[in-house]
């Protein structure tokens, strides 16, 4: 998903024109940035927290030529996800092992829905 998509989405669901949602959309972006520039870390609750973290100098090969190459130390951002967003990400996962497992066992598979669940011997689902 871009930026472009995220303005539309928010746009069509509060009724603000897309230039201005896009506007306050940049400036989220904008302070989070400086947040991080100026204090090295940001928490959102329930979203996750942006870190600014010193990764040290190492030696590292170049993977076309196969030679060493020194990489100095550089500042990264890092992201650890907040527990509701980690929550969906996995049932999400979840979901997608059993669509999978369904599908492979010849049964319907429904987007949107969950999937369905095998029917076993005097099972009252499956006794149709």
Known sequence: MTKK???KTISEEIGLTQLKTKEIVQKTFDAIVEALVEEGRIELRNFG???VKKRAARKARNPRTGDKVFVQEKYVVTFKPGKE?????RR???QKDARTAAAAAGMPV?????PPRPAFEGDAAGSG
Do not use: A, K, N, Y
């Open 85 to 89: 967003m980690e929550e969906r990400v």
């Open 5 to 7: 998509e995220i303005v």
């Open 92 to 94: 999400l996962t979840e």
């Open 49 to 51: 927290v942006f870190e």
């Open 110 to 114: 429904v987007v949107g829905q969950p």
